[in-house]
């Protein structure tokens, strides 16, 4: 149970917040210079996973836990 929350916390919270960042960064770039937001720091974008890289952490996941099961 708790791998699905967060699988779906890499994939799906984490990417939308990670796609919204990059889009307020956009809107806050094409603000005038004297607008008084022109000046903050860009948000980080790169929060979240695609679905290829949540299938492929939960294979790896899978596999160093036999294999440490196993070896024990």
């Known amino acids: 149970m708790e791998c699905q929350q967060v699988m779906y916390d890499a994939s ?12 307020l960064n956009q ?16 948000l980080r ?3 979240g996973h695609t679905p290829c890289q949540v299938i492929a952490g939960a294979i790896l996941g899978c596999t160093v836990s036999y294999f440490t099961r196993r070896s024990a």
């Open 45 to 47: 974008d790169s929060l």
């Open 27 to 42: 809107i806050v770039c094409e603000l005038p210079r004297q607008h008084p937001l022109s000046n903050v720091r860009p």
């Open 12 to 23: 799906g919270v984490r990417l939308h917040a990670g796609l919204q960042a990059e889009l």
